[in-house]
């Protein structure tokens, strides 16, 4: 009877049912820290948005990888590239009329324009050809290096004379006339036609402007006319310019 009773007791008691596992198993502050960790993730890419990266920064941070990954053998840094231009503009006395510069897309030289080419001309004169050459054999001729190879041609705000108005309606033919004609001669130089561009910004960028000035749509037509309100700025802006990009 005690027995039973025993047996009866037991089984009168209330059940209680096992509590069922979270998702994340005996450790639930997983998932607390998997949100969180979204969440900087998420900031983080916010604040890369938001910056300004700059280019010259960001073509020295390549250059620095380059020589630690062993490839400053095979294809040159900006930074040599650079020097290649100055060592160029030394060797044919041209300190006064070319300028070598650190532009945010790469390594350029800017050649005044009347070293280049007659007014109202397309025809490539021998002071340009002597710095194409050069740049031809010292510059591009590494059949590794595939970076591209920017060919700009600037004009000042001078209209366009009415007997060449025919072929040339605008300062925009003229400038991309003469770009493609400098691209041309590389080519016939044995420069890759691939790694070559050829851009005309007519009067558009002064050359006292910088690059973000241009891109960012802040050059208007009263920056064109003070940059244009002297002979030496117009001799200035009249130029070609050999960029040799980041990439």
């Known amino acids: 009877m005690k027995e039973n009773n025993f047996i009866k007791t037991m089984s009168s008691e209330p059940q209680y ?3 069922e596992k979270t998702e994340g198993g005996d450790q639930p502050w997983l998932l607390t820290y998997a949100d969180m960790m979204t969440l900087l993730f998420a900031f983080f890419v916010m604040l890369f948005a938001m910056s300004s990266p700059d280019p010259v920064k960001m073509s ?3 250059d620095a990888m380059k020589q630690e990954a062993g490839l400053e053998g095979i294809i040159q840094s900006q ?3 650079k020097q290649e231009f100055e060592e160029i503009v030394e060797e044919l006395e041209l ?3 070319a300028s070598v510069i650190q532009d945010p897309r790469g390594a350029a030289i800017d ?8 007014t109202g001309s397309t025809k490539i004169r021998g002071t340009l050809k002597a710095v194409l050459d050069k740049v031809a054999i010292e510059t591009l001729s590494n059949k590794n290096d595939y970076r591209m190879v920017i060919v700009e041609g600037h004009t000042d705000s001078d209209p366009i004379p009415k007997d060449l108005k025919k072929i040339y309606p605008t300062n925009w033919e003229l400038s991309a006339a003469r770009a493609s004609n400098v691209v041309n001669y590389l080519i016939n ?3 890759n036609s691939g790694r070559l561009q050829a851009s005309g910004y007519a009067d558009r960028w002064p050359a006292d402007v910088s690059w973000y000035d241009v891109r960012s749509g802040k050059v208007d037509d009263r920056i ?4 244009n309100s002297t002979a030496s700025q117009k001799q200035q802006n009249r130029r070609i310019k050999i960029v040799f990009t980041n990439n």
Not at 111 to 118: A, E, R, S
């Open 60 to 62: 020295q941070v390549e």
């Open 17 to 19: 049912s096992q509590p």
């Open 79 to 81: 930074n040599e590239i």
């Open 189 to 191: 130089k044995g420069v």
């Open 224 to 227: 064109i006319a003070e940059s």
């Open 95 to 97: 300190q006064n009329v």
């Open 111 to 118: 050649l005044n324009g009347d070293i280049c080419f007659d």
